[in-house]
């Protein structure tokens, strides 16, 4: 596959879909504009001029959090930011994926970029090159409350600045140290103030909650091509996809789904349904469940954006007076609340498709197909179960998306002999995201196999299905074998994951997406 196009980092905001394709694997560069060169330096410089007239600067002549008042003697001021780097090196847990790492310093360059940082431009250009070069960081997942920013997690990014602790290259792991040695380059000596600009900051919530935002967005118009599969195969009412009831109550998401179902299921309103005249909520409601996801994915994007694309330490120095402003930009209270919010929007999705799987499932509820969607004929279909444990599967993956929902902001604690006695807590939420992000899609690749053989049963029964519904189940077909013998499906499973995230969809459904969903335009 061709490496993505390159991005270049310099005055203009980063957005979503850049910093997703940095994680894919785009490559990037600093804009070469000189007066965006010369602005990058300017923090740096006015703050060693301030600090050359002896001037007093948190994190700089200071102990940090409540060491604040502890007075550094200038003649240990330069070996507080790889002290800082260092003691921070406590992080536990699984190590982000390379994919994730590289989100992460994307996120992180575009806040240095601002010019309130007071890094030096060549910090800046070797983070640069590393990630260009696809030298990332091995990050552990744990550690941080969200406020002074992601402290613990980005010390592993100034760690492999200096030439410290690991790195992977190329998909292996190696010590920083080596790969600096093996690409030539000196690894750097930190300026004051620099590791605590590189590590004081919300960016690894941020990168997080992009990648969870990009995946969400994603299964919108999966989980609608979905509901339009089982609607059809159940042989359900289209009606309850007509526009007119969702001008009725004019939110634009439930407005946006009910769309993309009634075409999928190309329905014109016309004479009265001769079926049962309403189907059950986790049809006819799924546009009012999803729809609150979709109507949310504009707000959710700003705020990230904006958290994305702005600085995020502490002090902010002033580029043009040199003054320090000492606050509390790292503190993650935005990114946190789009992380805990969507953890709960996307968790009700997997629960929506869980309930149509047990719809399909039952012969109670699922209008004449086999119980389970056996698909097994002959004398010895009892000895065959067809989807009796895929059912039971989606529901515990369901019940764990659902169980992560709880707002991580609410557990925040005081932490740092009680300087940090309020935190954000906002990258567990991010990681809980993705996690439910993860879980949901699982659900959805496991309820589009069942959707698929649903549709098979109802046409071998003599019935009918659009032309959308027979795409769908024949791109589903592509990853995975109708089923009718007992057999295992871990792979049907992932074989649908990698097509759920790798987006070879039919081409409405990529049409729909590509034509607002992704841009943040309101649907």
Same mark, same amino acid.
């Given at each position: 596959?061709?490496?993505?196009?390159?991005?270049?980092?310099?005055?203009?905001?980063?957005?979503?879909?850049?910093?997703?394709?940095?994680?894919?694997?785009?490559?990037?560069?600093?804009?070469?504009?000189?007066?965006?060169?010369?602005?990058?330096?300017?923090?740096?410089?006015?703050?060693?001029?301030?600090?050359?007239?002896?001037?007093?600067?948190?994190?700089?002549?200071?102990?940090?959090?409540?060491?604040?008042?502890?007075?550094?003697?200038?003649?240990?001021?330069?070996?507080?930011?790889?002290?800082?780097?260092?003691?921070?090196?406590?992080?536990?847990?699984?190590?982000?994926?390379?994919?994730?790492?590289?989100?992460?310093?994307?996120?992180?360059?575009?806040?240095?970029?601002?010019?309130?940082?007071?890094?030096?431009?060549?910090?800046?250009?070797?983070?640069?090159?590393?990630?260009?070069?696809?030298?990332?960081?091995?990050?552990?997942?744990?550690?941080?409350?969200?406020?002074?920013?992601?402290?613990?997690?980005?010390?592993?990014?100034?760690?492999?600045?200096?030439?410290?602790?690991?790195?992977?290259?190329?998909?292996?792991?190696?010590?920083?140290?080596?790969?600096?040695?093996?690409?030539?380059?000196?690894?750097?000596?930190?300026?004051?103030?620099?590791?605590?600009?590189?590590?004081?900051?919300?960016?690894?919530?941020?990168?997080?909650?992009?990648?969870?935002?990009?995946?969400?967005?994603?299964?919108?118009?999966?989980?609608?091509?979905?509901?339009?599969?089982?609607?059809?195969?159940?042989?359900?009412?289209?009606?309850?996809?007509?526009?007119?009831?969702?001008?009725?109550?004019?939110?634009?998401? @439930?407005? &946006?789904?009910?769309?993309?179902? $009634? =075409?999928? /299921?190309?329905? +014109?309103?016309?004479? !009265?349904?001769?079926? #049962?005249?309403?189907?059950?909520?986790?049809?006819?409601?799924?546009?009012?469940?999803?729809?609150?996801?979709?109507?949310?994915?504009?707000?959710?994007?700003?705020?990230?954006?904006?958290?994305?694309?702005?600085?995020?330490?502490?002090?902010?120095?002033?580029?043009?007076?040199?003054?320090?402003?000492?606050?509390?930009?790292?503190?993650?209270?935005?990114?946190?609340?789009?992380?805990?919010?969507?953890?709960?929007?996307?968790?009700?999705?997997?629960?929506?498709?869980?309930?149509?799987?047990?719809?399909?499932?039952?012969?109670?509820?699922?209008?004449?197909?086999?119980?389970?969607?056996?698909?097994?004929?002959?004398?010895?279909?009892?000895?065959?179960?067809?989807?009796?444990?895929? @059912?039971? &599967?989606?529901?515990?993956?369901? $019940? =764990?998306? /659902?169980?992560? +929902?709880?707002?991580? !902001?609410?557990?925040? #604690?005081?932490?740092?002999?009680?300087?940090?006695?309020?935190?954000?807590?906002?990258?567990?939420?991010?990681?809980?995201?993705?996690?439910?992000?993860?879980?949901?899609?699982?659900?959805?690749?496991?309820?589009?196999?069942?959707?698929?053989?649903?549709?098979?049963?109802?046409?071998?029964?003599?019935?009918?299905?659009?032309?959308?519904?027979?795409?769908?189940?024949?791109?589903?077909?592509?990853?995975?074998?109708?089923?009718?013998?007992?057999?295992?499906?871990?792979?049907?499973?992932?074989?649908?994951?990698?097509?759920?995230?790798?987006?070879?969809?039919?081409?409405?459904?990529?049409?729909?997406?590509?034509?607002?969903?992704?841009?943040?335009?309101?649907?």
């Amino acid at each position: 596959m061709a490496k993505p196009e390159s991005i270049s980092l310099g005055p203009a905001p980063l957005t979503l879909e850049q910093v997703l394709a940095i994680a894919e694997g785009a490559g990037v560069s600093l804009d070469p504009d000189p007066a965006f060169r010369e602005a990058l330096g300017a923090g740096a410089a006015r703050l060693a001029e301030r600090l050359a007239a002896g001037e007093r600067v948190y994190g700089v002549t200071t102990g940090f959090g409540e060491s604040c008042v502890t007075e550094v003697p200038a003649g240990e001021v330069s070996s507080l930011p790889v002290n800082l780097m260092r003691f921070h090196g406590c992080g536990t847990g699984r190590i982000f994926s390379p994919r994730e790492a590289a989100a992460i310093v994307a996120v992180r360059l575009a806040s240095l970029t601002r010019g309130w940082s007071a890094v030096r431009p060549e910090l800046i250009e070797r983070l640069t090159l590393l990630l260009d070069r696809r030298v990332l960081p091995c990050i552990p997942a744990e550690g941080s409350v969200g406020a002074s920013g992601d402290l613990t997690p980005l010390s592993y990014i100034a760690a492999l600045l200096v030439g410290e602790r690991e790195c992977s290259v190329d998909g292996r792991i190696d010590s920083a140290a080596a790969v600096h040695e093996a690409l030539g380059l000196t690894p750097l000596s930190l300026a004051p103030k620099e590791s605590l600009a590189i590590m004081n900051g919300t960016s690894v919530m941020t990168a997080l909650c992009c990648l969870a935002l990009a995946s969400a967005q994603r299964l919108c118009r999966l989980s609608a091509a979905v509901t339009a599969m089982v609607s059809d195969a159940l042989d359900g009412n289209p009606a309850h996809f007509d526009a007119r009831i969702f001008a009725a109550k004019p939110h634009p998401g @439930q407005a &946006a789904y009910a769309r993309w179902v $009634a =075409e999928d /299921l190309a329905y +014109t309103p016309g004479p !009265s349904f001769e079926g #049962r005249i309403q189907d059950r909520y986790s049809i006819r409601c799924a546009p009012h469940v999803a729809g609150v996801l979709l109507d949310a994915l504009p707000w959710m994007r700003q705020w990230t954006e904006t958290e994305l694309n702005g600085a995020n330490d502490n002090p902010l120095i002033d580029p043009a007076s040199g003054e320090a402003l000492h606050g509390g930009n790292f503190y993650g209270g935005h990114a946190c609340f789009v992380a805990d919010s969507l953890k709960n929007l996307v968790a009700n999705l997997a629960d929506l498709h869980d309930r149509q799987m047990a719809l399909m499932c039952s012969g109670v509820t699922n209008n004449g197909l086999p119980e389970n969607l056996n698909g097994r004929s002959g004398p010895d279909r009892a000895a065959h179960h067809g989807f009796k444990a895929m @059912q039971i &599967a989606a529901s515990a993956l369901a $019940a =764990e998306a /659902l169980k992560n +929902t709880m707002p991580a !902001s609410v557990f925040s #604690r005081s932490t740092e002999c009680h300087n940090q006695d309020k935190v954000s807590m906002g990258t567990i939420a991010a990681r809980e995201a993705l996690r439910v992000v993860e879980l949901s899609e699982q659900v959805l690749a496991i309820v589009g196999l069942a959707a698929a053989q649903a549709v098979d049963l109802r046409v071998r029964a003599g019935g009918s299905c659009t032309e959308r519904t027979r795409a769908m189940r024949d791109a589903i077909r592509r990853q995975a074998a109708f089923v009718d013998v007992d057999r295992r499906q871990d792979g049907d499973i992932a074989a649908m994951l990698q097509w759920i995230r790798g987006r070879e969809w039919p081409a409405h459904l990529v049409a729909d997406l590509d034509s607002g969903l992704a841009s943040g335009a309101q649907p």
